[in-house]
């Protein structure tokens, strides 16, 4: 493309494009480098800057005691040692938390590495394959995984930890997605006479407690505190636990294209300098994380 203002190009005056047509072109594009000069094209041309944000999406799995529960004598509709955290966060980024519930752990995961949402809390442990698709934020608590069963039970692992061994001849129930599928597929799964038929895999938690009550499975693989959790009823009690070592962190959209991260952090190391982390242990009954 030519640049500068001198005469129409002979291609154009031999196609009836005068002058005056041209100069007022000139003219036009003249305007509109001014104006993007002093910066105000956007306010022109494309309605200005977007506004800030004032709300905060986050995606969550309720129930997941007692790290995210349903509660709706509240304001935000749920409770929970993560739901304190992600008000901190939101006061933080002054906006205003509001927690969107899903069915599907997998499309959560899915959803918040689209960026769908702006950030995921839903006891997510830090692994390789997940950060590939999205990433994370520093640690905020460690656990690792238990095995739930009906308080009439009689089975229970040897000195409370349990082996691929223990679990091979029961039909164990998992939610889809999570680590506790991953680890029977690769520990146990080899070990039983009829996988097919002795993992059972569901979508929610609620879905594993009732399969686990109505007697359709021997036990439950969950997390080991929300599973401690579950055991402080009546109904259930800990076989055994295995030590896996998992840390949860806060989930963004892959690459974090919001820049995120940054804040998040930046709260969870102050609430842990400050004491509001052991007091929030403390208030939902957990132990050090």
């Known amino acids: 493309?030519?640049?500068?203002?001198?005469?129409?190009?002979?291609?154009?005056?031999?196609?009836?494009?005068?002058?005056?047509?041209?100069?007022?072109?000139?003219?036009?594009?003249?305007?509109v480098a001014f104006v993007g000069g002093l910066g105000l094209g956007s306010v022109f041309f494309r309605g200005g800057p977007a506004p800030p944000r004032t709300t905060f999406i986050v995606a969550v799995q309720a129930p997941f005691p007692p790290f995210m529960d349903f509660n709706t004598s509240v304001d935000i509709g749920f409770e929970g040692f993560e739901v304190d955290i992600v008000v901190l966060i939101a006061q933080e980024l002054n906006r205003t938390a509001v927690l969107r519930q899903y069915s599907s752990f997998s499309t959560l995961l899915a959803e918040t590495g689209r960026n769908a949402v702006d950030m995921a809390s839903a006891s997510i442990t830090i692994t390789a394959a997940r950060n590939v698709t999205m990433d994370f934020s520093n640690p905020y608590f460690r656990v690792d995984q238990g095995f739930l069963v009906k308080e009439t039970s009689t089975f229970a692992c040897a000195g409370g930890t349990c082996t691929p061994q223990d679990i091979a001849d029961k039909?164990?129930?998992?939610?889809?997605?999570?680590?506790?599928?991953?680890?029977?597929?690769?520990?146990?799964?080899?070990?039983m006479a009829d996988p097919t038929n002795q993992i059972k895999v569901f979508q929610q938690v609620p879905e594993l407690i009732s399969a686990l009550q109505a007697g359709t499975v021997d036990t439950v693989m969950i997390d080991s505190v929300?599973?401690?959790?579950?055991?402080?009823?009546?109904?259930?009690?800990?076989?055994?636990?295995?030590?896996?070592?998992?840390?949860?962190?806060?989930?963004?959209?892959?690459?974090?294209?919001q820049g995120l991260l940054p804040v998040i952090n930046s709260v969870l190391a102050t609430i842990r300098a400050n004491g509001t982390y052991n007091s929030l242990l403390t208030k939902w009954g957990l132990p050090p994380g």
Not at 4 to 22: I, L
Not at 173 to 180: E, F, G, I, K, L
Not at 229 to 244: E, H, M, R, Y
Request: charged share 15%.
């Open 226 to 257: 929300t599973a401690k959790s579950f055991a402080d009823g009546p109904d259930f009690k800990l076989a055994g636990i295995v030590a896996t070592g998992e840390s949860y962190g806060f989930a963004v959209g892959n690459n974090d294209p």
């Open 1 to 31: 493309m030519a640049e500068g203002g001198g005469a129409p190009p002979t291609e154009a005056m031999r196609r009836g494009v005068g002058r005056s047509v041209f100069a007022l072109t000139v003219v036009v594009v003249a305007i």
């Open 171 to 191: 039909i164990v129930a998992v939610q889809q997605a999570t680590t506790s599928e991953d680890w029977i597929n690769t520990n146990v799964k080899a070990l």
